[in-house]
């Protein structure tokens, strides 16, 4: 990834006072600064409704789309841009008039100009038929190899190679799906949120599904292929319903087997308290590729998609439960409370982290280099801290795109977090996390926004200590442990897009818990 920003200075101006003491602003759709080519003016999206007809017996487009859009314009529009990639558009209306389209393949946008201006205030329904190949190349999709159907890995950039958007997390939305597969292929369909109706009519069964909470559109699952759905246990009234290849067997009966615990467990009063979204379940991707998606696991919301090589036949909790606690903390951070930029993604990726390493050592596994405790392996981090900060740039704000998934996000965060937490004790800790979850549930936040909780509820010089760990460019002193000392290395010359699975320096802390 090519784009880049610089490492800005710690915030101090009045203005940014001010606004920490503001009440939380709506969701904006201006660009992210790390992705600046993502994101559209001029409007904030309401809802989706996708339609995907698979019919497999088209090779170059076996994909017949539509996505119908509900967004309200912010200003006057003559005509407005949408994200899009890859997909071969065949017609655009905008209230049911024919609007003219074009699309610009090199920025991957699609321009639309209406009939007539669309005044501002107004909820426009912009309707958009098209094609895609899920095999095509676009980043949003997985890799099937030698199997058929489909399943989307959208994060970060992605959502829109499967369906024209307004790609940034900050626009979270409604979204309704359907989902149609030929009824005598074998194949079903499932998707984000929960099951609302199955009809069948003219060769084609349509599977449909509905979000019950706004969704960032990086977090949209869909998938269709010889799948089957396993009905799990309820806890406290939430349904876990997995997805696995319909030729499965008995696989994956023990990983998913350990989801109800992990639930109970984080979800505890002392935790992070009842769970956010509709249901939860793990998709096992179908596919025969060897690197279907860039990651082990992502948080696809109601539906964490795996790899399926990662949990298949597995039989010890200990080398894969703290990265499927890691996957299900997102359901609070990432997926509830989504970060409002890619700046702010230590929001996501560092509590999961968190949360899944407190999971590890509460239970007794030591790490591959010795590590027993939460103690002992922030410690670990904590040597890496300048190292880390001088390559990727401070906690919350990444050098570029390839930093956000790295070891400053994975490591770095929780790390800030567990300094938050040594600085102002557990219980205030524990009150800091619920009142952002709760302020800012099915909502987007920022870094900003998670000092500003802070200072409400710990009071004193929380603020400044959070900027400084989360902006600065040098590791700041680790409250009760005067003896820790960071590095001094700089380690320039190695590579910025390392991720924690190709570092070994540090790789140990959670051996075979690959983040995602």
């Keep these: 990834m090519a784009t880049t920003v610089s490492a800005l200075a710690t ?3 009045a203005a940014w006072a001010a606004d920490h003491q503001a009440a939380p602003k709506p969701a904006s759709s201006a660009p992210s600064p790390l992705y600046p080519n993502l994101g559209n003016k001029g409007y904030t999206v309401d809802s989706y409704d996708l339609s995907m007809r698979y019919q497999p017996q088209d ?6 789309a539509t996505a119908v859009i509900k967004a309200k314009a912010s200003e006057k529009l003559s005509s407005f841009t949408l994200d899009a990639a890859g997909l071969d558009v065949t017609s655009v209306t905008v209230d049911g008039r024919t609007a003219a389209f074009a699309p610009d393949a090199a920025k991957e946008k699609l321009s ?3 009939e007539g201006p669309v005044d501002k205030g107004h909820q426009m329904e912009v309707k958009i038929a098209y094609t895609v190949n899920p095999q095509g190349g676009g980043r949003g999709w997985i890799k099937t190899g ?7 890995a959208a994060q970060p950039d992605g959502a829109h190679t499967v369906f024209p958007c307004n790609d940034i997390p900050s626009n979270k939305a409604d979204f309704t799906f359907h989902l149609s597969v030929p009824s005598d292929s074998g194949d079903i369909g499932v998707a984000s949120g929960l099951k609302t109706g199955q009809e069948t009519k003219d060769g084609y069964t349509t599977y449909r599904y509905k979000s019950e909470h706004p969704i960032a559109t990086e977090l949209v699952q869909m998938a269709v292929g010889k799948y089957k759905v396993v ?24 990983a998913l087997g350990l989801t109800a615990g992990q639930m109970k467990w984080i979800t505890s009063p002392s935790r992070l308290g009842p769970f956010p979204l509709e249901t939860y379940g793990i998709l096992a991707a179908d596919t025969t ?3 279907p998606f860039d990651f082990t696991g992502l948080e696809t919301q109601t539906l964490t998609l795996y790899k399926p090589s990662y949990l298949a036949g597995q039989k010890e909790e200990k080398l894969i439960a703290s990265h499927m606690v890691h996957e299900l903390a997102h359901s609070w951070f990432g997926v509830s409370t989504t970060p409002k930029t890619w700046s702010d993604n230590w929001l996501s990726e560092g509590h999961a982290n968190y949360y899944g390493l407190v999971y590890r050592y509460e239970k007794g596994w030591p790490s591959g280099n010795g590590a027993r405790t939460m103690e002992e392996a922030m410690k670990i981090a904590y040597e890496a801290g300048n190292s880390y900060r001088s390559l990727y740039g401070p906690v919350a704000q990444p050098k570029d795109e390839a930093a956000i998934y790295s070891n400053q996000a994975y490591l770095g965060g ?3 977090l567990y300094a938050l937490q040594q600085k102002v004790g557990q219980e205030k800790f524990h009150e800091i996390e619920t009142a952002f979850l709760k302020e800012y549930k099915d909502k987007s936040a920022s870094t900003d926004d998670y000092i500003r909780v802070a200072e409400q509820v710990a009071g004193g010089d929380v603020g400044t200590f959070l900027k400084d760990w989360l902006y600065g460019t040098t590791t700041p002193a680790m409250p009760g442990h005067p003896d820790w000392k960071p590095d001094t290395l700089t380690a320039q010359s190695q ?7 190709q570092d070994p320096s540090i790789k140990p802390l959670l051996e075979a818990d690959t983040v995602g």
């Design 11 to 13: 915030p101090a101006s």
């Design 59 to 64: 090779q170059k487009a076996p994909v017949a």
């Design 112 to 114: 639309v100009t209406p």
């Design 146 to 152: 030698t199997k058929t159907g489909f399943a989307v």
């Design 231 to 254: 009905e799990g246990p309820r806890v406290d009234g939430v349904p876990i319903r997995d997805v696995v290849p319909a030729d499965a067997g008995n696989k994956f009966t023990y």
């Design 289 to 291: 590729a060897s690197q």
């Design 414 to 416: 929780p790390l800030a």
């Design 495 to 501: 590579d910025p897009a390392k991720t924690l699975a």
